[in-house]
């Protein structure tokens, strides 16, 4: 079965860990363990992350300059240890890597209530301390673009529905999409329609209400230690709306305990400690929630090959998402009505 951890050891496999290559950072190392797709090094300098970039040095350094921003402010993240020569990678048989201080705790628990409160402070404070941070680069902005994004989305669906049609023999991945994706492709409808009778763009145009996201707060992102929350990975970070974080954490948070509203409950009274949300952003975070990202994701990696997991696996996980479909409906009218 081709999972999750297949796929980082077939990426582990790629890594060189040349003594030489250690030595660029300055450090010794004693041992290195495989954690997900990064190695942790012991070292004569402490516990390390040693890890191979897989995106353009140009993302690497606006990452590092946005965390370089948010310490000012905010120190519980990840930070790079920097070379001899004073860097942040260094290139290896055209390969970047990078070193990391390793972040001591144990991973976010999504299904404890205090692990959730204690995040949501944490992330009114992270983006707090953002505020006021920019970039030039175009594919790192995303305010403005979603609903833009959304349509693209909903033609990605009906492009992903062609081709499923289309297949003489017909895979239970085909049959299980064609099943649902004219309601998923209305909820995507319904999604924009929302975002364009919302302030969307209003909020687009207010710099209080944007902020560096971390775009992938997956509970393996979040570490808890003496009860406060870290932040490690910002590979996909963006500037956006804070909300887009706050969405994409409400939703990690609550999909698999059948859309629990009282989570969601949690997640904004305990992010409105440390930041604000006014009912412009409630209504627009409405709006964002409706759209069925696990539907759309799955799909997508399904029919364009972005994973390589066999049929089995798809087909089960897809069956999964499938399972709390009346339960989000029954939370986005309940969300409606307490916060727009």
Partial sequence: ????KYGDRKYLAKYDLSVELFERFGIKVNDVVPVRNVFIISSDKGNKVFKKVD???????????AIEYVKNKFSRIMSFEKTVNGGIYTLWNNDVYCVMDLIEGRECDYSNPVDIAITSKALGELHRASEGFRTDLVYKNLRGNTIEDFKRRYEEMGFFKNIAQLHEYKTEFDDIFLGNVDYYMKEINKSIKLLEASPYYKLCGED???ALCHHDLAYHNI???????YFIDFDYAIVD??????????????KHSAFDMEKADIIIENYCIKNTLDRKELEVLHALLAFPQD???????YYTRRKEWEEEVFVDRFN?????????????????RKYK
């Fill in 1 to 4: 079965m081709q999972d999750g």
């Fill in 55 to 65: 995106y353009s040095i140009e993302e690497l350094e606006f990452i590092n300059k």
């Fill in 208 to 210: 209080d209400k944007i």
């Fill in 223 to 229: 570490l808890i230690n003496n009860e406060e929350a």
């Fill in 241 to 254: 709306l804070k909300i887009h974080d706050l969405c994409n954490f409400i939703y990690k948070a609550i």
């Fill in 295 to 301: 539907f759309y994701t799955i799909s997508r990696d």
């Fill in 320 to 336: 999964r998402k499938l399972e709390f479909k009346e339960d989000k409906e029954e939370f986005l009218e309940e969300f409606s």
